[in-house]
């Protein structure tokens, strides 16, 4: 496939755990993607975008030589990624909230860690040494760091290294493997991430659009539509209670002095506590309902 300068490309991870969050973030902005799985790119039929399906490792780099304009990746792979390069022609334009997980620092549990400075002389072994050196740098301390490429958890058994720096989300995986984490060194998550080269008013413009789709996908994801009815006098304390919304809007009920329709977007998630507290407040007949789409 040419690169086409009036199609906008995205990479995606092929195979992973971001591969079915990005695919779905791209299927609620409303692209549909003509292929299937196991092919390496995709036309997107209903939108001039194409599809890249690629290692998660080469997303940064692609986005950064504008081979494709935009890109999913995890916050901790683009953090090595622009601290390996010179001049890292890459931004985040939206976090994602999804994949998220830490780079810590673990050690054998029967280890008695007494702070950074245990690991002074030592050996760690990672897949992320740029981001692994630097915390090292930022604590003052001096210590060999081993690359990994992944099962970065065998170093100490293997003697290859007695500390590792590794993702961790449960911790199950370090403790199947007798480790325990001493230092949080990274937190991350999904980002999606845009070339900041030149890329032409077409591109652009397309890129805009796909942006604000994404975004409005982001925002609709907790976001409810609240109705609900109430008197005047509880109306203040309401609209403090609903969550994220702002300027809710207020309908009299027909035949009913004194009485009020609250209609309200909630940007943010209406639990079962939320709505108990609205009724405590003084709200009957309270409906919750999904937003389908957004565009503010
Ligand atoms: N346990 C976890 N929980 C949540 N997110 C994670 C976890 N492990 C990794 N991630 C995030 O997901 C990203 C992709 O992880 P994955 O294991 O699929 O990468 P990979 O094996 O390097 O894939 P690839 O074959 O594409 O190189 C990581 O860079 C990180 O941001
Ligand atoms: O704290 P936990 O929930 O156990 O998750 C941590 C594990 O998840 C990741 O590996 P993954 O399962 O993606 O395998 P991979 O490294 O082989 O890709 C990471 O490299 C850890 O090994
Ligand atoms: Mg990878």
């Not at 300027?247 to 009485?259: K, Q, V």
Request: aromatic share 6%.
């Amino acid at each position: 496939m040419l690169i086409d300068a009036d199609r906008l490309h995205i990479a995606i991870q092929k195979n992973g755990r971001l591969s079915d969050t990005s695919r779905e973030l791209l299927k609620d902005a409303g692209l549909r993607l003509q292929n299937g799985r196991n092919a390496l790119t995709a036309r997107v039929d209903n939108f001039p975008a194409d599809i890249m399906f690629v290692r998660d490792d080469d997303i940064p780099t692609f986005v950064a030589d504008g081979v494709c304009e935009f890109g999913i990746v995890g916050g901790n792979v683009l953090e090595e990624f622009r601290l390996a390069s010179a001049e890292p022609a890459v931004e985040v334009v939206a976090p994602l909230g999804t994949a998220r997980c830490s780079l810590k620092l673990a050690a054998p549990e029967s280890f008695d860690w007494q702070g950074p400075q245990s690991l002074a002389g030592q050996r760690i072994a990672t897949s992320y040494p740029r981001i692994t050196e630097r915390w090292l740098a930022d604590q003052g301390i001096a210590a060999t760091v081993v690359k990994m490429n992944g099962a970065v958890e065998l170093a100490p058994r293997l003697r290859i290294a007695p500390f590792i720096c590794d993702l961790v989300s449960t911790g199950a995986t370090l403790e199947a493997n007798g480790l325990r984490a001493v230092a949080d060194v990274f937190d991350s998550e999904a980002v999606l991430i845009r070339t900041t080269r030149e890329i032409g008013v077409t591109r652009s413009a397309l890129g805009e659009a796909l942006l604000s789709r994404i975004q409005g996908v982001l925002t609709t994801k907790d976001a409810k539509y609240i109705l609900l009815n109430a008197r005047s006098e509880s109306l203040p304390a309401i609209t403090r209670i609903l969550p994220g919304a702002e300027a809710p809007t207020i309908i009299p009920l027909h035949g009913r002095p004194g009485h009020f329709a609250v209609h309200a977007v909630c940007q943010e998630s209406v639990f079962w506590e939320t709505l108990e507290q609205l009724k405590a407040a003084g709200a009957s007949a309270i409906l919750v309902l999904p937003i389908e789409k957004m565009m503010l």
